[in-house]
């Protein structure tokens, strides 16, 4: 008796590009994509460079803090490009993914793999980069105040092994999440169409991603480096004592200010 056998499900491989027909999310998951390239992804690039100022010791760091502390409505800028855009992007990267489905048991080719991952990896981006800000900018002396303590504020949290594994962790995740995110980007805007052409991409992207997470760790390990183990806790440049220091008073009017104390001659 012949019976009948139902396919096997068909597996999908690569990305689709994202398309106005999809439903009314699809403006949300532009944005979504969107944002996480463009301004996080140019923040994160920008704040590995500046920390990799680290390792020409606590001055030339406490300068890179004190120079972006120093823009012109950088208040505005943090929340308009940075906080605003990234508390978006995470919230509704974890409402994407409460809804997406990703079947590692039956379907174990990569992508799947992928996508759990991206998503792992973006929670803990986003809890790491919680506790960093609160820690960094609320707590303990005040950065945009005094920003050459920004290197030691830095060591005194990774002297804790617990707090330091958490940064090796968080930095190696975020490389992760940043490099294979550019890759979706350029997948579901239809930059990369062709299977060819994202193979090629996703190497560029894996290259990216190791050469930012070797960037973050060499970084890490200026802060925690024997070299800068007795950093004072506000190593203030000479030059900038110089002109925080009132001006001395110049001999004529030391001149002056004394002769006027003294009693009128007989």
């Not at 972006?68 to 919230?91: D, K």
């Not at 894996?206 to 997470?213: E, R, Y």
């Amino acid at each position: 008796m012949a019976t009948a056998h139902s396919p096997a499900p068909t597996v999908q491989r690569g990305v689709q590009p994202l398309r106005a027909g999809q439903g009314n999310s699809f403006l949300w998951r532009k944005l979504h994509s969107l944002l996480g390239v463009i301004p996080i992804g140019a923040f994160l690039l920008e704040h590995l460079l500046s920390n990799f100022e680290a390792l020409k010791g606590p001055i030339a760091y406490g300068a890179q803090v004190k120079f972006l502390n120093g823009l012109p409505l950088v208040r505005v800028l943090e929340w308009v490009f940075i906080f605003l855009p990234l508390l978006y992007h995470a919230f509704y990267g974890v409402w994407i993914w409460l809804r997406g489905k990703s079947n590692i048991v039956y379907y174990p080719w990569a992508g799947n793999w992928m996508y759990t991952a991206q998503r792992y990896t973006g929670l803990i981006a986003f809890a790491y980069i919680a506790q960093h800000v609160y820690r960094q900018r609320f707590t303990g002396i005040m950065l945009p105040e005094n920003p050459y303590a920004s290197f030691h504020k830095v060591q005194v949290e990774l002297s804790n092994p617990w707090m330091l594994a958490v940064y090796v962790i968080a930095m190696i995740a975020i490389c992760w999440h940043f490099a294979y995110g550019v890759w979706l980007f350029a997948a579901k805007w239809g930059i990369t169409p062709g299977e060819k052409s994202r193979k090629r991409f996703g190497y560029a992207c894996a290259a990216l991603g190791l050469v930012l997470c070797v960037m973050g760790m060499a970084s890490i390990w200026a802060f925690v480096s024997p070299k800068y183990a007795n950093t004072p806790v506000n190593p203030v440049p000479a030059a900038v004592s110089v002109l925080q220091s009132p001006a001395p008073q110049s001999s004529t009017s030391h001149d002056l200010a004394t002769s006027s104390r003294l009693p009128a001659s007989s």
